[in-house]
T-cell receptor
Framework: DTGVSQDPRHKITKRGQNVTFRCDPISEHNRLYWYRQTLGQGPEFLTYFQNEAQLEKSRLLSDRFSAERPKGSFSTLEIQRTEQGDSAMYLC??????????????FGPGTRLTVT | AQSVSQHNHHVILSEAASLELGCNYSYGGTVNLFWYVQYPGQHLQLLLKYFSGDPLVKGIKGFEAEFIKSKFSFNLRKPSVQWSDTAEYFCAVNPWFSGGYNKLIFGAGTRLAVHP
C-alpha cells in the first residue's frame, strides 16, 4: 500500500504528558498537511509544509503544538502538556508537485488521541 | 465568517432513492471544490472535484456534483443510492485568496444511512 500512513493509530495519554505523531506521505509528494477532526465536525486545517518548509500555520496551532518535516519526507506533530481539549483525530494528507494549481489531497487513516 | 455549510447532518434513505446533499460556501473569488467520503472504518477518500470548466462534474461510484457560482453552491447528487453508499460525506473548499490555495476548508459533514 503506497498511501499516506500515520503512526500510531490510537494514543491514550494522561493530561500533561507530551505526545508525538508521525506521518509518512505518499512517495514524492512534496506537500504535506495536518488537520484535526473532532466528533461531529469536519477536519480543521492545522499546518502545511512544502518540502521541509512550514509555510502556513493555523491559529488553532497553539504554542503547545509543533510540527516538523526535517528532510521533506515524513513529518511529526508534537503536542506538549496535553489537555483534554486536545482529544481528537489528527489527520495527515499529502499532495503532489505542481500541476497547475490543482491541489488534490490524499488523506491518511489518522491518529486518534484520547487525553484522560 | 467565511465557512462551508452542509445543510443536512443526517440523511436516511432507502435503496434506489435519489440523493442530493447540499453544500454552500461563503468565499469570494476563485475556489476549488471537493467532495470527500468516509466509509465506516476507513479514511477520507476523494469522491469528486471541481477546478474549472464544465460546472457539472462526475466522480466515482455514480456520484456527480454541480457548481453554481451565483449561488456559491456545490451540491452532490446520485440518482439511485445503494446500501454501500452508507458513509459520511464532506464538502471542502480550497480558496485561492492570500495563498489559501494550500488548505481545505471542510463542512461539518453529512451522515448518510441507506437501508436495504
Amino acid at each position: 500500500d503506497t498511501g499516506v500512513s500515520q503512526d500510531p493509530r490510537h494514543k491514550i495519554t494522561k493530561r500533561g504528558q507530551n505526545v508525538t505523531f508521525r506521518c509518512d506521505p505518499i512517495s514524492e509528494h512534496n506537500r504535506l498537511y495536518w488537520y484535526r477532526q473532532t466528533l461531529g465536525q469536519g477536519p480543521e486545517f492545522l499546518t502545511y509544509f512544502q518540502n521541509e518548509a512550514q509555510l502556513e500555520k493555523s491559529r488553532l496551532l497553539s504554542d503547545r503544538f509543533s510540527a516538523e518535516r526535517p528532510k521533506g519526507s515524513f513529518s511529526t506533530l508534537e503536542i506538549q502538556r496535553t489537555e483534554q481539549g486536545d482529544s481528537a483525530m489528527y489527520l495527515c494528507a499529502s499532495s503532489p508537485r505542481d500541476r497547475g494549481l490543482s491541489y488534490e489531497q490524499y488523506f491518511g487513516p489518522g491518529t486518534r488521541l484520547t487525553v484522560t | 465568517a467565511q465557512s462551508v455549510s452542509q445543510h443536512n447532518h443526517h440523511v436516511i434513505l432507502s435503496e434506489a432513492a435519489s440523493l442530493e446533499l447540499g453544500c454552500n460556501y461563503s468565499y469570494g473569488g476563485t475556489v476549488n471544490l471537493f467532495w470527500y467520503v468516509q466509509y465506516p472504518g476507513q479514511h477520507l477518500q476523494l469522491l469528486l472535484k471541481y477546478f474549472s470548466g464544465d460546472p457539472l462534474v462526475k466522480g466515482i461510484k455514480g456520484f456527480e456534483a454541480e457548481f453554481i457560482k451565483s449561488k456559491f453552491s456545490f451540491n452532490l447528487r446520485k440518482p439511485s443510492v445503494q446500501w454501500s453508499d452508507t458513509a459520511e460525506y464532506f464538502c471542502a473548499v480550497n480558496p485561492w485568496f492570500s495563498g489559501g490555495y494550500n488548505k481545505l476548508i471542510f463542512g461539518a459533514g453529512t451522515r448518510l444511512a441507506v437501508h436495504p
